[in-house]
Every structure is written in structure tokens, then in C-alpha cells.
């Protein structure tokens, strides 16, 4: 699985900061590992400058061999946190997806007889 971490140019630390993000979406989806090939991470704080509630914004994209991708955005305080929330929110949609592909395959749709 490829982790990409995308920053605008408000944030300080890159580094640092592609390092945790990895971390993070790799614990997070570590059980559905082998159904996820990439994960594209973007952080930005909207307000640049100006502080205010709830500026800080992840939205990650999720790509699953063979499914359309999956998208989820949070919104926080703080980076650590907008990342957080993402992170369980893309746990939640890979599992809802891989649930009904599991789902799909132990009851195949009746055949109509002949």
C-alpha cells in the first residue's frame, strides 16, 4: 500500500508530518492491507493565517483493486485531529465496502431456472 501526503503551504514540518500521516493510515487500514494499493492524504489549514474552530482539513482517497475510490473529509482544530477523524472515518468506509463484497460473495444472487 502507497501512502501520499499532500500539505498547502501553511503547514510547517512536512516531513514530520509524512512520517506521522504514514503511520497513522498504515495502522488504520492495516487489516485490509492487501485490498488497498494507494491512499492519498491531503492536509490544509483553510484559514492560512487566521485562527479559527475547526480549520484544519484532511480528506483522504482511498484506492481498492477493482472499486472506485473512497473519499473522506474532516474537519478540527488541529491537524493531528482533522487526520484522527479522517483516519476513522476511511476505516469505516473500507470496512463498509469490503463488508459488502464479503457479503456479495457468500450469497451470490439467486440464478433464474430454466
Given amino acids: 500500500m502507497q501512502v501520499h501526503t499532500n500539505t498547502d ?3 510547517e514540518g512536512r516531513e514530520a508530518l509524512a512520517l506521522h500521516v504514514e503511520q497513522v493510515v ?5 487489516h485490509a492491507q492487501e485490498h488497498v494499493t ?4 491531503h492536509l490544509a489549514d483553510e484559514n492560512g493565517a487566521r485562527s479559527s ?12 483493486k477493482g472499486r472506485p475510490p ?7 482544530g488541529s491537524v493531528h485531529q482533522a487526520l484522527d477523524g479522517a483516519a476513522r472515518k476511511l476505516r469505516a468506509a473500507v470496512d463498509s465496502t469490503l ?7 457468500r450469497h451470490p444472487a439467486p ?3 430454466e
Avoid at 494507494?38 to 492524504?41: F, I
Avoid at 474552530?53 to 481498492?64: G, N, S, T, V
Avoid at 463488508?99 to 460473495?105: F, K, N, T
Wanted: hydrophobic share 35%; glycine share 2%.
Fill in 9 to 11: 503551504n501553511h503547514l
Fill in 26 to 30: 498504515r495502522a488504520t487500514l492495516r
Fill in 38 to 41: 494507494r491512499v492519498e492524504v
Fill in 53 to 64: 474552530d475547526d480549520d484544519k482539513r484532511c480528506m483522504m482517497e482511498a484506492r481498492l
Fill in 70 to 76: 473512497l473519499v473522506v473529509t474532516h474537519h478540527a
Fill in 99 to 105: 463488508g459488502r463484497l464479503s457479503e456479495h460473495h
Fill in 111 to 113: 440464478q433464474s431456472p
